[in-house]
């Protein structure tokens, strides 16, 4: 145990205990170095299963980054011991403010549960996603400002999409889903929202939630719009409940629509508006009011295809429900981007059949008249957003590595694009060009002549590669066009010679790259700087390659 004004690795100054458990005393220490406080975790090692645990969980937390979250700062190791320095809360929890004042108002309550539902969005939506399984009001700190945080990670867990249940059930009774008891099943985003259900439902009536039932009857004051939400939220089937934090957020900011009284003052705003249309142009508002309708209901059906796919269980889950989304609406860009980028590029690999099912959802005929893509088009800015980020997908990203011809129409649709920024366009002309010369160089056209020289290609190489490109564009396409011209000097050497450029000519362009390579590359350090830096290194060291192989060929021609 430490000691009330001892010192930890020469900063932390043990003021005094704030909280116990079965393995792990909590102190509130001070940095007087910079004026400030941190909670102290001290576990101690006898207990080697508990103390796993807690490693786990400081190694989760430390990848998470909320304002609703507490941060670990450090982690100090001792012989005995384990030291965990985080973020001190200062204020109560909401157990604590339960046991004293009772039910809260449904304005606090409502307050917390949308900050609660954002940062339960912000979990599920990690790769892989956290389940946090044990939402109760002794897990959420009320601080001095009106604002909630979200402690202890002991029973969270990262969602596995190989497993199906969870290895360990954990949660508390009363709070808990079902499925965390039964273990039919593995816990997923719709667990965390059952549970807070079960905490709103307590925070609202002051009711133990061994006693889960309809808010009204406790308090018949409180709304039955959120009523039914929370009915929703604690739906013993999984598929019954909302299915992503985002869904039950947009359902906390327009619980008063299902209000029974919201409805009927609807109803009789209603009807004299309709009266009043029928009498003057019957047919024509009839008309135009179902078509908002279809309109409406269409909306609906795409986001809630959306939601389904970002809150998918699996891969094929989130396929089946984008591409149904871009079935419905065919001209809207967020199902093919997310489809692309969420689902085929979260492991940062585009596979060759990852390309095919993303062209048979742009192949589909969504209406039987058109393709997807054909309708797709018409929105002009969204397709455009989308054909740059194929375009990039398939350049860097394609697993066919020599085969960037992919990438050729995309990229030159952004490149001629009026409405992306300047920076996009540019990037896709280069590398369009690139891109081009992959399907082109060496082929022959039907008189038998060379479609294209290799003395065009150097020429158009040589240009792009010209000037400061991380100041005109950024380092990434910086580091792509060099690398480009130095990996065609080292193996297309000969073709270059044939085709009439010299020695000199290479020799200069491999000096300039040099040069660049060692004077342009100036951001600030930060977490991607080393792969700079070493992509830039290993640069450096093919460009002395291509020197070489330079040398070699240019000596065997002269000996020639």
Not at 163 to 181: C, F, H, M, V
Not at 290 to 317: C, G, I, P, Q, T
Not at 467 to 480: C, K
């Amino acid at each position: 145990m430490l000691e009330t004004g001892s010192v930890i690795d020469g900063k932390y100054k043990i003021l005094n205990v704030i909280g116990r458990g079965g393995m792990s005393t909590v102190y509130l220490a001070m940095n007087e170095r910079v004026n400030r406080q941190w909670a102290v975790k001290e576990i101690l090692k006898n207990d080697v299963h508990h103390l796993h645990a807690n490693k786990r969980e400081i190694e989760m937390m430390k990848k998470l980054k909320h304002p609703h979250l507490p941060g670990i700062v450090d982690v100090i190791e001792n012989q005995d011991s384990l030291l965990i320095v985080m973020d001190y809360i200062e204020g109560r929890s909401l157990q604590d403010i339960l046991s004293e004042y009772g039910a809260q108002t449904q304005k606090d309550v409502l307050k917390w549960a949308k900050q609660l539902c954002d940062v339960l969005s912000y979990l599920h939506t990690r790769k892989p996603a956290v389940i946090y399984r044990d939402m109760k009001p002794a897990n959420v700190m009320l601080k001095p400002d009106g604002n909630i945080m979200l402690i202890d990670f002991g029973a969270a867990r990262e969602y596995k999409y190989q497993n199906s249940k969870d290895t360990i059930s954990l949660g508390t009774r009363g709070y808990a889903a079902p499925e965390q008891y039964e273990r039919k099943g593995q816990s997923d985003a719709r667990t965390d929202i059952y549970c807070l259900g079960v905490m709103l439902f307590q925070l609202l009536t002051g009711e133990s939630p061994h006693v889960l039932c309809p808010i009204c009857q406790i308090n018949p004051s409180l709304s039955s719009g959120l009523e039914a939400v929370l009915v929703k939220c604690t739906q013993v089937k999984k598929e019954n409940r909302y299915q992503s934090c985002q869904e039950l957020m947009y359902a906390l900011e327009h619980y008063f629509e299902w209000d029974a009284e919201y409805q009927k003052q609807q109803r009789k705003k209603l009807v004299p508006f309709m009266a009043s249309l029928m009498l003057t142009a019957a047919l024509e508002a009839g008309a135009v009011f179902f078509a908002w309708k279809r309109m409406e209901a269409r909306n609906h059906n795409y986001e809630a295809y959306l939601l389904a796919a970002r809150n998918a269980v699996s891969a094929e889950d989130a396929v089946r429900n984008y591409r149904n989304a871009a079935a419905l609406d065919p001209a809207r860009k967020e199902a093919y981007l997310e489809l692309l980028e969420e689902v085929f590029l979260d492991d940062d690999v585009l596979t060759a059949e990852e390309s095919e099912v993303l062209r048979s959802v742009l192949i589909a005929y969504g209406d039987g008249k058109q393709t997807n893509e054909q309708a797709f088009q018409r929105n002009q800015s969204g397709y455009e957003e989308f054909a740059y980020a194929a375009g990039i997908a398939y350049y860097y990203k394609y697993e066919e590595k020599s085969n960037k011809k992919n990438a050729k129409i995309y990229l030159g649709i952004a490149a001629a694009s009026e409405r992306l920024d300047e920076k996009k366009t540019e990037r896709s002309r280069r590398l369009a060009v690139i891109a081009d010369y992959y399907s082109r160089v060496g082929m022959i056209d039907e008189a038998g002549d060379m479609s294209i020289t290799y003395r065009d290609y150097w020429e158009d190489l040589t240009a792009l590669s010209a000037g400061n490109l991380v100041e005109m564009d950024n380092e990434r396409t910086a580091l792509v066009m060099y690398e480009e011209l130095v990996s065609q000097i080292c193996t297309r050497t000969a073709e270059f010679r044939d085709s009439g450029v010299e020695k000199e000519e290479m020799q200069q362009q491999l000096s300039n790259i040099r040069e660049h390579l060692q004077t342009d590359f100036t951001a600030p350090k930060d977490h991607r700087r080393s792969l700079i830096e070493d992509e830039i290194h290993a640069l450096l060291k093919q460009v002395e390659s291509a020197e070489r192989m330079l040398w070699s060929v240019c000596m065997q021609e002269e000996e020639e």
